[in-house]
């Protein structure tokens, strides 16, 4: 269970963080990639010695790490383009509502328990996240479904992947900073490539204040995925109810900071979310029991 709230409270922070960004006229990207450096930084002092040895790259899981490290940049590259065009409620519950994907995979992969009660909980989680995330946006229709579908199905394959690698590859405490830091060297890596050529083509300026607010990212964001792959062999939910529990809780828990810390207006309809979001929970978590 602490793995479990530790994710959902690290997950808030990262939000509350980027929630500030706009006040701080923080370059997004420039702050991302500093993150991910951190990520490795926090890594390395975590595992107390550098994760990239000759070894590494023979391990069975490397080729995942790759994968996943691409998928990293990716998506919030997604995210970031989804919210300017189509607006951040577009976004966010295209982002959320692919937890469907990782419990449709579980149950066929790892043939856990199907009952009413999670059924139900899942169904249930569609209009709670679509309540919950509903504000008062620019753009409350998107444009064009290509993108927000295209982020469903990619942060929902890999949410998925996060729960295949650790089944299979990361047994141990140790594979998972490991395999965590790398991860994030990855996407790092790739970052960087990027924020170097637009700063060359002097598409962006560099912003010291956008370093800062990466660092004040990085060690929350690190700790968000090694508790996810600690949360997910501690095997305290199903596979199938472990990922839809999280994000619906982090639905929850960001959208509660939003109301109460940042002081955004919430109609009967939000509250409404967040009711149908508690019982989508507890169907999904105990439905089967």
């Not at 828990?253 to 507890?282: D, H, P, Q, W, Y």
Request: net charge positive.
């Amino acid at each position: 269970m602490f793995y479990l709230l530790a994710t959902i409270l690290l997950n808030v922070v990262i939000y509350s963080i980027f929630k500030l960004f706009p006040k701080f006229g923080i370059n997004t990207l420039q702050a991302v990639v500093a993150n991910y450096c951190v990520c490795v930084i926090t890594g390395s002092l975590f595992t107390g010695s550098l994760p990239f040895t000759a070894g590494v790259v023979h391990a069975s899981w490397f080729s995942w790490a790759l994968l996943m490290g691409v998928g990293f940049i990716s998506i919030f590259t997604l995210i970031a383009y989804c919210t300017r065009i189509d607006g951040i409620t577009t976004t966010t519950i295209a982002n959320k509502l692919s937890l469907v994907i990782p419990a449709i995979c579980s149950i066929i992969l790892y043939h856990d328990r199907v009952g009413i009660g999670k059924i139900a909980g899942i169904l249930l989680a569609i209009p709670a996240i679509y309540l919950t995330t509903l504000v008062k946006d620019e753009r409350n229709k998107p444009q064009n479904l290509f993108w927000p579908v295209i982020l469903f199905i990619g942060s929902g394959l890999l949410d998925t992947s996060v729960k295949f690698v650790q089944s299979r590859y990361l047994a141990s405490v140790a594979s998972q900073a490991v395999y965590t830091t790398c991860c994030f060297a990855v996407a790092g890596s790739i970052g960087f490539v990027i924020v170097s050529v637009l700063l060359l083509f002097r598409k962006i300026t560099f912003s010291w204040r956008s370093i800062g607010a990466g660092i004040c990212l990085g060690i929350p964001n690190f700790f968000s995925i090694y508790f996810l792959i600690r949360m997910l062999n501690s095997n305290i939910l199903q596979s199938s109810a472990a990922i839809p529990v999280l994000n619906i809780g982090i639905v929850v828990a960001s959208s509660l900071t939003a109301i109460l810390v940042f002081r955004e207006k919430a109609n009967m309809l939000r509250f409404l979310g967040l009711a149908l979001s508690v019982i989508a929970i507890l169907f999904i978590a105990f439905g089967d029991r």
